[in-house]
Protein backbone atom coordinates (compact mmCIF):
# COMPACT_ATOMS: atom_id res chain seq x y z
CA UNK A 1 0.00 0.00 0.00
CA UNK A 2 1.56 3.30 -1.21
CA UNK A 3 2.24 5.90 1.83
CA UNK A 4 0.45 8.68 -0.21
CA UNK A 5 -3.26 8.11 -1.41
CA UNK A 6 -5.27 10.17 -3.68
CA UNK A 7 -8.55 9.90 -4.44
CA UNK A 8 -10.16 10.00 -7.18
CA UNK A 9 -7.54 9.23 -10.25
CA UNK A 10 -9.43 10.53 -12.73
CA UNK A 11 -12.21 13.93 -12.18
CA UNK A 12 -14.41 15.08 -15.07
CA UNK A 13 -16.34 18.04 -14.32
CA UNK A 14 -18.43 20.71 -15.83
CA UNK A 15 -17.21 24.45 -15.79
CA UNK A 16 -18.69 26.26 -12.74
CA UNK A 17 -18.53 22.65 -10.38
CA UNK A 18 -17.16 22.40 -7.14
CA UNK A 19 -14.29 20.30 -6.81
CA UNK A 20 -12.58 17.64 -3.94
CA UNK A 21 -9.55 15.95 -4.22
CA UNK A 22 -8.59 13.64 -1.17
CA UNK A 23 -5.29 12.72 0.13
CA UNK A 24 -4.51 10.15 2.74
CA UNK A 25 -1.56 9.25 4.31
CA UNK A 26 -0.30 6.97 6.44
CA UNK A 27 2.95 8.16 7.73
CA UNK A 28 3.93 11.34 10.11
CA UNK A 29 4.44 14.10 8.36
CA UNK A 30 6.02 17.46 9.25
CA UNK A 31 4.49 19.25 6.25
CA UNK A 32 1.92 18.72 3.69
CA UNK A 33 2.42 20.09 -0.61
CA UNK A 34 -0.39 20.77 -3.13
CA UNK A 35 1.23 20.76 -6.33
CA UNK A 36 -0.12 21.28 -9.50
CA UNK A 37 1.27 19.91 -12.82
CA UNK A 38 -0.16 20.96 -16.26
CA UNK A 39 0.22 18.85 -19.63
CA UNK A 40 3.56 18.72 -20.69
CA UNK A 41 4.21 21.49 -17.86
CA UNK A 42 6.15 22.26 -14.73
CA UNK A 43 5.06 21.68 -11.29
CA UNK A 44 3.60 24.59 -9.36
CA UNK A 45 3.65 24.74 -5.68
CA UNK A 46 -0.23 25.72 -4.26
CA UNK A 47 0.24 24.54 -0.92
CA UNK A 48 2.23 23.69 2.13
CA UNK A 49 0.18 23.31 5.23
CA UNK A 50 1.20 21.50 8.38
CA UNK A 51 -2.44 22.27 9.83
CA UNK A 52 -5.97 23.75 9.69
CA UNK A 53 -6.45 25.57 5.97
CA UNK A 54 -5.26 28.30 3.56
CA UNK A 55 -6.66 29.86 0.90
CA UNK A 56 -5.87 31.01 -2.41
CA UNK A 57 -8.45 32.52 -4.99
CA UNK A 58 -10.71 29.88 -5.58
CA UNK A 59 -8.55 27.29 -4.09
CA UNK A 60 -8.58 26.04 -0.78
CA UNK A 61 -7.01 23.57 1.59
CA UNK A 62 -7.47 22.03 4.65
CA UNK A 63 -5.84 18.84 6.50
CA UNK A 64 -6.25 16.64 9.81
CA UNK A 65 -3.56 15.94 11.38
CA UNK A 66 -5.52 13.46 13.48
CA UNK A 67 -7.13 11.88 10.72
CA UNK A 68 -3.94 11.72 8.26
CA UNK A 69 -6.00 13.52 5.60
CA UNK A 70 -5.89 16.28 3.72
CA UNK A 71 -8.21 18.00 1.08
CA UNK A 72 -7.95 20.22 -1.98
CA UNK A 73 -10.81 22.42 -2.98
CA UNK A 74 -11.68 23.95 -6.28
CA UNK A 75 -14.33 26.49 -6.11
CA UNK A 76 -16.46 27.62 -9.50
CA UNK A 77 -14.21 25.84 -11.54
CA UNK A 78 -12.87 26.79 -15.25
CA UNK A 79 -11.46 24.71 -17.91
CA UNK A 80 -7.80 26.50 -17.11
CA UNK A 81 -7.70 23.88 -13.63
CA UNK A 82 -7.63 21.33 -15.62
CA UNK A 83 -4.21 19.57 -14.95
CA UNK A 84 -2.80 16.77 -12.89
CA UNK A 85 -2.81 17.50 -8.95
CA UNK A 86 -0.68 15.90 -6.43
CA UNK A 87 -0.73 15.32 -2.93
CA UNK A 88 3.56 14.95 -1.15
CA UNK A 89 4.25 14.61 2.25
CA UNK A 90 7.43 15.39 4.22
CA UNK A 91 7.93 11.73 6.27
CA UNK A 92 9.37 12.17 9.21
CA UNK A 93 10.19 8.85 9.42
CA UNK A 94 11.87 8.99 6.09
CA UNK A 95 13.91 12.25 7.00
CA UNK A 96 11.85 15.29 6.30
CA UNK A 97 13.57 16.51 3.14
CA UNK A 98 12.21 13.93 1.48
CA UNK A 99 8.97 14.19 -0.25
CA UNK A 100 6.41 10.63 -1.04
CA UNK A 101 4.74 11.70 -3.83
CA UNK A 102 0.92 10.23 -4.48
CA UNK A 103 0.10 9.50 -7.36
CA UNK A 104 -1.59 12.46 -8.97
CA UNK A 105 -5.13 12.98 -9.48
CA UNK A 106 -6.03 14.04 -13.32
CA UNK A 107 -8.54 16.56 -13.45
CA UNK A 108 -10.43 17.88 -16.48
CA UNK A 109 -13.24 20.51 -16.58
CA UNK A 110 -15.20 21.21 -19.71
CA UNK A 111 -16.56 24.20 -21.13
CA UNK B 1 10.50 37.38 -10.96
CA UNK B 2 12.62 34.85 -9.03
CA UNK B 3 12.25 30.88 -10.25
CA UNK B 4 14.25 27.49 -10.83
CA UNK B 5 15.86 27.50 -14.43
CA UNK B 6 16.56 24.01 -16.34
CA UNK B 7 18.38 23.55 -19.37
CA UNK B 8 18.35 21.92 -21.42
CA UNK B 9 14.11 21.33 -21.30
CA UNK B 10 14.25 18.42 -24.08
CA UNK B 11 16.89 16.34 -24.77
CA UNK B 12 17.20 13.31 -27.67
CA UNK B 13 20.27 11.28 -27.27
CA UNK B 14 21.56 8.19 -28.00
CA UNK B 15 22.37 4.89 -25.98
CA UNK B 16 25.80 5.80 -24.65
CA UNK B 17 25.86 8.83 -24.81
CA UNK B 18 26.47 10.93 -21.68
CA UNK B 19 23.51 13.71 -20.72
CA UNK B 20 24.16 16.71 -18.29
CA UNK B 21 21.46 18.64 -17.06
CA UNK B 22 21.88 21.97 -15.30
CA UNK B 23 19.55 23.91 -12.75
CA UNK B 24 20.26 27.31 -11.59
CA UNK B 25 17.97 27.70 -8.02
CA UNK B 26 16.65 30.61 -7.13
CA UNK B 27 19.03 33.02 -5.48
CA UNK B 28 18.87 32.41 -1.62
CA UNK B 29 17.63 28.91 -1.43
CA UNK B 30 20.00 26.60 0.32
CA UNK B 31 18.56 23.25 -0.34
CA UNK B 32 17.95 21.43 -4.10
CA UNK B 33 16.50 18.16 -5.06
CA UNK B 34 16.33 16.82 -8.40
CA UNK B 35 13.52 14.48 -9.10
CA UNK B 36 12.62 11.87 -11.61
CA UNK B 37 9.01 11.47 -13.29
CA UNK B 38 8.25 8.51 -15.53
CA UNK B 39 4.29 7.49 -16.20
CA UNK B 40 5.23 4.36 -14.18
CA UNK B 41 6.96 5.83 -11.39
CA UNK B 42 5.56 8.96 -10.56
CA UNK B 43 8.08 11.54 -9.28
CA UNK B 44 11.09 9.93 -7.38
CA UNK B 45 13.82 11.61 -5.34
CA UNK B 46 17.11 11.25 -6.67
CA UNK B 47 19.46 13.62 -4.51
CA UNK B 48 19.29 16.70 -1.95
CA UNK B 49 22.05 19.31 -1.67
CA UNK B 50 21.58 21.33 1.69
CA UNK B 51 24.19 24.39 1.10
CA UNK B 52 25.85 22.49 -1.52
CA UNK B 53 26.70 19.78 0.28
CA UNK B 54 24.51 16.06 -0.73
CA UNK B 55 22.34 15.12 1.64
CA UNK B 56 20.91 12.22 0.46
CA UNK B 57 21.10 10.59 -2.84
CA UNK B 58 20.36 7.30 -2.04
CA UNK B 59 17.57 7.50 -4.88
CA UNK B 60 20.05 7.82 -7.62
CA UNK B 61 21.35 4.82 -9.63
CA UNK B 62 25.22 5.03 -8.15
CA UNK B 63 26.88 3.37 -11.29
CA UNK B 64 25.67 5.63 -14.12
CA UNK B 65 24.46 9.10 -11.96
CA UNK B 66 26.18 11.82 -10.80
CA UNK B 67 24.70 15.12 -8.92
CA UNK B 68 27.20 17.65 -7.79
CA UNK B 69 26.97 21.36 -6.80
CA UNK B 70 29.86 23.33 -7.56
CA UNK B 71 28.38 26.60 -6.80
CA UNK B 72 25.42 28.04 -5.12
CA UNK B 73 24.06 29.12 -8.24
CA UNK B 74 24.82 25.78 -10.01
CA UNK B 75 23.40 22.32 -9.49
CA UNK B 76 24.47 19.14 -12.18
CA UNK B 77 23.05 15.71 -12.97
CA UNK B 78 24.89 13.89 -15.11
CA UNK B 79 23.92 10.27 -16.73
CA UNK B 80 27.18 8.50 -18.15
CA UNK B 81 26.68 6.14 -19.93
CA UNK B 82 22.42 6.91 -20.42
CA UNK B 83 20.02 4.12 -21.08
CA UNK B 84 16.24 3.80 -22.88
CA UNK B 85 15.14 3.73 -18.93
CA UNK B 86 16.50 7.17 -18.20
CA UNK B 87 13.89 8.55 -20.72
CA UNK B 88 11.72 10.54 -18.47
CA UNK B 89 11.76 14.53 -17.01
CA UNK B 90 14.05 15.32 -14.46
CA UNK B 91 13.22 18.13 -12.52
CA UNK B 92 15.05 20.56 -10.27
CA UNK B 93 13.76 22.16 -7.18
CA UNK B 94 14.96 24.40 -4.18
CA UNK B 95 13.59 25.82 -1.13
CA UNK B 96 15.03 27.66 2.36
CA UNK B 97 14.10 24.92 4.73
CA UNK B 98 14.56 21.10 4.01
CA UNK B 99 11.60 20.32 6.83
CA UNK B 100 8.91 23.07 6.45
CA UNK B 101 9.63 24.92 3.58
CA UNK B 102 8.00 25.52 0.38
CA UNK B 103 9.42 24.09 -3.00
CA UNK B 104 9.83 25.71 -5.94
CA UNK B 105 10.10 23.45 -8.83
CA UNK B 106 11.85 24.43 -12.59
CA UNK B 107 10.19 23.89 -15.70
CA UNK B 108 11.94 20.23 -15.99
CA UNK B 109 14.32 18.62 -18.79
CA UNK B 110 12.61 16.02 -20.72
CA UNK B 111 14.94 13.30 -21.91
CA UNK B 112 14.51 11.13 -23.99
CA UNK B 113 17.45 8.16 -24.85
CA UNK B 114 17.04 6.28 -27.94
Known amino acids: KNEVEQSPQNLTAQEGEFITINCSYSVGISALHWLQQHPGGGIVSLFMLSSGKKKHGRLIATINIQEKHSSLHITASHPRDSAVYICAVRSTSQGAQKLVFGQGTRLTINP | DARVTQTPRHKVTEMGQEVTMRCQPILGHNTVFWYRQTMMQGLELLAY????????DSGMPKDRFSAEMPDATLATLKIQPSEPRDSAVYFC????????????FGEGSRLTVL
Open chain 2, 49 to 56: FRNRAPLD
Open chain 2, 93 to 104: ASGLSPRTGELF
